[in-house]
């Protein structure tokens, strides 16, 4: 089964689009709107940065749920929705997430808190940490047309255990990948 990527003149009537959650750097999503749309060849367009809802706070977790966010993400025009925030993440029965997608869907919703160095007590690195962003939002936009985990250590859609593997795989589909997805 084909899933192609690839979009008509309805991709500016019903855009992919980037909503910032809280405070994030203009100039890092505006650098991820440009590249995420060279890779899936669609336009993205960044919306207006949304206040992080407080009820996603889970207070004995020390961390956010992102149902919560998934349901405001939701309600977006759009082809694909990817949300970015800077809180820590997680799913029931994971001490943490990178991010979270609904497969199939429109929402996918990434966590840049443990992509950055600092995170991990060492000294910061923009570039790496813009590296990583890229790769957990083609992994999560990469679950939305259905494609499903990698066993390929090399393909972005294998599954992110620590900031090591994030770090092992490419930004890239593997060719079985791209082949599914049109590309």
């Known amino acids: 089964m084909r899933y192609f990527v690839h979009q008509n003149s309805d991709s500016f009537t019903n855009p992919a689009i980037i909503v910032p ?14 590249v995420l749309g ?6 993205f367009f960044i919306k207006k940065p949304l206040e992080i809802p407080k009820d996603a706070f889970n207070p004995h977790r020390g961390q956010f749920n992102p149902t919560k966010i998934f349901n405001i993400l939701k309600t977006y025009e759009g082809n694909k ?8 993440l997680y799913a029931q029965g994971l ?4 991010g979270q997608a609904e497969s199939p869907g429109r929402c996918a919703l990434i966590s840049v808190t443990r992509l950055k160095q600092e995170f991990y007590g060492l000294p910061k690195d923009n570039s790496l940490f813009f590296k990583r962003i890229i790769k957990e939002a083609i992994h999560e936009l990469g679950h939305t047309y259905e ?10 859609m294998y599954f992110s255990n620590s900031i090591i593997d994030t770090d092992k795989k490419s930004s890239f589909f593997c060719k079985n990948r791209q082949e599914k997805l049109g590309l």
């Open 147 to 156: 494609l499903k985990h990698c066993s390929n250590k090399n393909c972005v």
């Open 95 to 98: 001490n943490f997430i990178f």
């Open 81 to 88: 929705i990817l949300g970015i925030i800077d809180q820590d």
């Open 21 to 34: 959650i809280g405070s994030l750097n203009k100039a890092l999503i505006k650098n991820l709107a440009k």
């Open 38 to 43: 060279e890779r899936f060849k669609i336009k």
